[in-house]
C-alpha cells in the first residue's frame, strides 16, 4: 500500500519497482509470493518490527505485483524477477544482501543465486516450487491448482480469494478478512486481469541447476503445506551447497505469519551467522 511505512519507487532498468525501505545496516531483501493480489507488504509486514529493528529491510514488489510494473516479457517469470532485483540493487546502490523469499520469490533469488552468485550473502526460502518432482502430493500441487484457476472464464471474485488465501494457511482463523479484501482488490484490477488472461508470465523450471546454488540456505516449510510438497524441500536441502531446513508443525505455505514470532527469530539467527 502506498501509505504503508517506507513506501517509495526505485527504477530497475526498464522497470519501475514498489519497495518499503525500512531501517538501518545491513540489507535484507525480501521477495513476496505469486498468489493473486500479493505484495511485498502484505506477505512481510508482520515480520517488519523484528527484522528491520536490526537489518534494513527491503520489501519489493515483484515486477507484475503490487505497484511496480505491469509488464510483458518473452522471458521466464524468475528471470524476469531475478533480474529486477539485480537492478534494484544496482539503483540502491547494494552489492551483496540476505534475502527472504516466499514460494515464486523463494525461487527468484534461487534463480539470482544462480546467475549472479555475488548478489547472494545468505537466503531463507520458505515453502517453494523449485525443485517441481515430489511425490508427496499429486502435480499441480492444490494450491497451485487455486492460482490456475483464480483467473478463469468467470474472473476473479471475493470467495476465491476467500478460498485461496484460506489454503494458503493451516489455521484459517489467522487470515483477517481485510487481507482477504486487500489482496482481491489487487488482483481485480484491469490491468492485472488482462496480464494474468493473455499475457500469463512464462513459468520456469530451475530443477536441473538448483547444485550451482552455494550460498547458505535455510529451507522453511509448514508440514501442511498445500501449494509445496515437503520432499521437495528435502531434496533441494541434498542438491544446494550448503543448505538446513526446518519444518514448522501443523503450518501452512505462510509460515512467517502463522509462527511469525519463531520465523523472525529462526531468521535472525541464520542471517546473523552470515553478516559481513
Known amino acids: 500500500m502506498s501509505d504503508s511505512p517506507g513506501s517509495r519507487f526505485v527504477q530497475a532498468g526498464d522497470i519501475k519497482l514498489h519497495i518499503n525501505d525500512i531501517g538501518d545496516g545491513y540489507p535484507v531483501i525480501c521477495i513476496h509470493g505469486g498468489g493473486p493480489g500479493a505484495s511485498g507488504w502484505s506477505n512481510f509486514k508482520q515480520n517488519v518490527p523484528a527484522i528491520s529493528a536490526k537489518y534494513r529491510m527491503i520489501l519489493m514488489d515483484m515486477p507484475n505485483f503490487g505497484q511496480s510494473d505491469m509488464i510483458v516479457s518473452d522471458k521466464g ?23 527472504i523469499g516466499n514460494s515464486i520469490g523463494a525461487q527468484s533469488v534461487l534463480r539470482l ?68 479484501r486487500e489482496r482481491y482488490e489487487a488482483s ?23 547444485d550451482k546454488v552455494g550460498c ?10 498445500r501449494f509445496s510438497s ?9 542438491m544446494c551447497k550448503y543448505a538446513e531446513m526446518h519444518i514448522f508443525p501443523r503450518c501452512g505455505h505462510w509460515a512467517q505469519v502463522e509462527y511469525a514470532e519463531e520465523f523472525n527469530d529462526l531468521a535472525l539467527n541464520f542471517l546473523g551467522r552470515g553478516d559481513a
Open 77 to 99: 517469470r524468475l528471470t524476469v524477477c531475478a533480474e529486477a532485483v539485480d537492478a534494484m540493487m544496482v539503483e540502491l546502490g547494494i552489492d551483496r544482501a540476505h534475502f
Open 216 to 225: 547458505p540456505t535455510l529451507f522453511v516449510w509448514g508440514a501442511e503445506d
Open 113 to 180: 543465486a544462480i546467475d549472479r552468485p555475488e548478489r547472494v550473502n545468505r537466503l531463507v526460502a520458505m515453502g517453494n516450487n523449485a525443485f517441481q518432482h515430489g511425490f508427496f502430493m499429486p502435480r499441480p500441487t492444490e494450491g497451485i491448482q487455486i492460482i490456475i484457476d483464480y483467473y478463469d472464464e468467470e474472473g476473479p471474485t471475493l470467495e476465491k480469494m476467500r478460498k485461496l488465501v484460506h489454503t494458503l494457511a493451516h489455521d484459517s482463523s489467522q487470515v483477517t478478512e481485510e487481507t482477504i
Open 230 to 238: 515437503l520432499d521437495s524441500g528435502l531434496t533441494m536441502v541434498k
Open 188 to 210: 481485480a484490477l484491469p490491468e492485472a486481469v488482462e496480464l494474468w488472461t493473455n499475457n500469463h508470465p512464462k513459468r520456469e523450471d530451475i530443477s536441473h541447476l538448483l
